[in-house]
């Protein structure tokens, strides 16, 4: 016996064999419940899987497939809208276009036919006014001016006189344009200046210069080259040249231009002679 066996407090207490095998029944028993229930859920693992398989997957599919179609048909679609937004745009765009081209060109027309209507309006006022001047001076000059019936003149023109009448008829048919003095448009003096160029006599430019230029002389006794004017002398408004039997060349108006006309279209007020 050991020197400690007496000690109570050293002794352990032993266990009944009953109690331990109770104990180790237990625990075999809750290891074999475990045991059962992992195989059983294993193999209702393994059997559902396959019809999972068989059942969601086609189902998947599907889904995918009818959702590719549709963003197909969307991207389509909209290519489509764009197309036909991009083609609505360039109509509109084109539209614009024309109807700001159809502005300016009937802008322009109507800019040209109100400068038209004003020349017209001016020419009318200018032979308002040369009526009355003329009806002046025929009434104040006792002979110095005459009405249409009773100017007259020579008809032949010879030398210088003969080469500005020829010069003033082939301009005849070209345009007025307010100080021009040639070769394609002219105004009055613009003309009669270039006329007297062609034979070597240099004249004033305006029309208030050249009706003072040479000397007076009676419209009864016109010769052709005389310069006729209208208005007072020095302070004309218009010229022309007298080109022989009642005749007058000038650059009229815009809507004339350089034009033959009896002297009955528009009676002078009196005339030079330079030649």
Known sequence: MSHTAHIRSHRKPRRSASSIAVRSGAAVGVLSTLAVAG?????????AAPATQTLELPTLTADVASQVAQSADATQQAAANYELQAERDAA????????????????????????????????????????????????????????????TGSSSATGSAAAIINFVKAQVGKAYVSGATGPSAYDCSGLVQTAFKQVGVSLPR??????????????????????????????????????????????????????????????????????
């Open 206 to 275: 305006v029309s208030q210069d050249q009706s003072t230029a040479g000397t007076q002389v009676s419209l009864s006794n016109l010769q052709p080259g005389d310069i006729l004017y209208w208005g007072s002398a020095g302070s004309a408004y218009h010229v022309a040249v007298y080109v022989g039997d009642g005749m007058f060349v000038g650059a009229q108006n815009p809507s004339t231009g350089v034009a033959e006309k009896p002297l009955s279209y528009d009676p002078p007020s009196g005339a030079v002679r330079v030649l």
């Open 39 to 47: 195989a059983a859920g294993y193999a209702n693992a393994a059997d």
């Open 92 to 151: 509109a765009a084109n539209a614009a276009k024309q109807a700001k081209a159809d502005l300016a060109d009937a802008k322009q027309k109507a800019e040209a036919k109100k400068k038209a209507q004003e020349e017209a309006r001016k020419e009318a006022a200018a032979r308002a006014t040369r009526n009355a001047e003329r009806t002046v001076l025929t009434a104040s000059a006792s002979g110095s001016s005459a009405d249409a019936s009773t100017i």
